[in-house]
């Protein structure tokens, strides 16, 4: 292999774009082209910034569905820190109504009023989906008197600054 000087690879000359390519880097791009491209791209990124994900596969949804019961029987067993972990696993992998609803609650059971409020809050941000079951259906409806309740049981603090100038 003949040797090359580092300066031999950086010339203008190395750098150059093969002759297939001029001709196709010259050629003007019709507005019309860059418009639908544009437009084409913001479509995808809105639908995934509406949904905040895309929907969960098969197999996370499985996985998702045997954390929450694992969750239910630790809960109901006594072991609520436990079940937090199971239910915040579930809601990772698959965000549901339902899932959130028993996070939400176990929350509320450790004492993070917060956390529980705000979990609540998050079902009305759950896209709905064309396949929701009943019970998702009823765990939107008792979200929202659930972080009402937690609203009232939050401190609030109110801060009022007299004296200055306007």
Do not use: C
């Not at 031999?8 to 003007?28: D, G, K, N, Q, V």
């Not at 630790?74 to 992998?93: H, S």
């Not at 079902?123 to 009402?148: F, H, K, Y």
């Amino acid at each position: 292999m003949p040797k090359t000087s580092f300066r031999a690879l950086f010339t203008r000359r190395s750098l150059r774009r093969p002759a297939a390519l001029e001709s196709i880097a010259r050629r003007p791009v019709h507005p019309a082209f860059l418009l639908a491209a544009a437009v084409a791209l913001a479509g995808v990124l809105s639908a995934e910034v509406a949904f905040g994900q895309s929907q969960p596969s098969s197999s996370d949804i499985a996985h998702a569905r045997e954390l929450f019961n694992q969750g239910l029987h630790q809960r109901d067993d006594g072991d609520v820190k436990g079940a937090l972990e199971k239910f915040k696993g579930a809601y990772t992998l698959a965000q549901t109504p339902l899932t959130a609803l028993e996070l939400g609650r176990t929350y509320m059971q450790l004492g993070k009023l917060v956390e529980a409020r705000e979990t609540f809050l998050s079902i009305a941000r759950i896209p709905v989906w064309p396949e929701e079951t009943a019970r998702s259906r009823a765990a939107r409806n008792q979200s929202a008197p659930l972080a009402d309740e937690l609203r009232m049981r939050l401190a609030n603090l109110t801060i009022r600054i007299r004296g200055l100038m306007r």
